[in-house]
């Protein structure tokens, strides 16, 4: 088992395997945001109180979260 782990994670063979799948995750990916923005701004009930403003947490909130975990990884790499 370790040998074949080594052999799949050797710097050539990794870039090769990565190199395949980057276009297929990279794919899947569009389509997983694309399809959480339609169904967050499309298909989401508006909220009694808030009414059509309370969509844009559907957008605002991921975004928040990804620019604090990169802020905090540039603060480590630092």
Request: hydrophobic fraction near 55%; charge should be positive; aromatic fraction near 14%.
């Given at each position: 088992?370790?040998?074949?782990?080594h052999?799949?994670?050797?710097?050539?063979?990794?870039?090769?395997?990565?190199?395949?799948?980057?276009?297929?995750?990279?794919?899947?990916?569009?389509?997983?945001?694309?399809?959480?923005?339609?169904?967050?701004?499309?298909f989401?009930?508006?909220?009694?109180?808030?009414?059509?403003?309370?969509?844009?947490?559907?957008?605002?909130?991921?975004?928040?979260?990804?620019?604090?975990?990169?802020?905090?990884?540039?603060?480590?790499?630092?």
């Open positions: 088992m370790w040998k074949t782990l052999q799949l994670a050797a710097p050539p063979r990794l870039y090769q395997i990565c190199g395949r799948l980057v276009p297929w995750l990279a794919a899947a990916g569009i389509i997983a945001l694309a399809t959480g923005w339609v169904r967050g701004f499309g989401a009930p508006a909220d009694y109180q808030q009414g059509e403003g309370y969509r844009i947490m559907y957008l605002h909130v991921p975004a928040a979260i990804w620019s604090m975990g990169i802020y905090a990884a540039m603060a480590v790499a630092a």
